[in-house]
């Protein structure tokens, strides 16, 4: 079986359910998951796929500077490994977070509004229409971000009240929800598997 080294940033959010959400995806094509939980620099370069969960995005942004981890990330997207990053990680990712306390990594060239549907009462889960999926996703939204612009490069993958909820910029998928939060490992296998992911060696 081929291994598959999946990177984690572990300085919040879902670590363990985003662990295995890809350990389920990389099942289902043959391949053995290995997975690299990243709180300091030096694992990145290493890792075939990135994983960066949700949390607090003032806190996860700064933390990527101050442990130097966030120029591998750059350099894992500039190498053309595929990332997945979710609600705060998405925050992160993006060009432009219309919030000073955030310093993005710009790996996705569209622009987020910090937590836009509600505060943590105001979290919902909705079946949502995925390009590439042949069925539902049941995505969980907490406190969840607003994809409110996005570049002319970047494929809009899912909407939910006619706004961007999931979306594709060369190897980094972005989703406003939590695909962890849920048996169903969809997303992490169209991230990680589909025709822009990475070639992994046996």
């Known amino acids: 079986m081929t291994t598959l080294r999946a990177g984690v940033v ?52 700064r933390l990527l500077e101050r442990e130097g981890i966030a120029d591998e990330i750059r350099a894992h997207v500039e190498a053309e490994k595929p990332v997945l ?27 987020v509004d910090r937590n836009a549907f509600g505060r943590q009462v105001d979290s ?12 539902p996703f049941p995505a969980v939204f907490i406190r969840a971000p607003l994809i409110d612009e996005v570049g002319e490069g970047v494929e809009v993958l899912a909407e939910w009240d006619g706004n961007p909820v999931a979306v594709r910029d060369g190897p980094v998928v972005g989703t406003s929800f939590h695909p962890e939060l849920t048996p169903d490992s969809r997303l992490h296998d169209l991230a990680f598997f589909d025709e822009l992911a990475v070639e992994i060696d046996a």
């Open 10 to 61: 572990a300085v919040q959010g879902d670590v363990s359910e985003h662990a295995d959400a890809v350990e389920r995806a990389a099942e289902a094509h043959g391949v053995d998951a290995e997975i690299v939980e990243i709180r300091s620099d030096g694992l990145v370069p290493d890792c075939d796929v990135l994983l960066m969960p949700g949390g607090e995005s003032t806190t996860i942004s």
């Open 85 to 111: 990053a979710t609600c705060a990680g998405l925050i992160v990712a993006s060009r432009d977070a219309k919030d000073d306390r955030v310093t993005t990594l710009d790996l996705l060239d569209a622009t």
């Open 124 to 135: 919902f889960e909705a079946p949502l229409d995925v390009a590439g999926l042949d069925s």
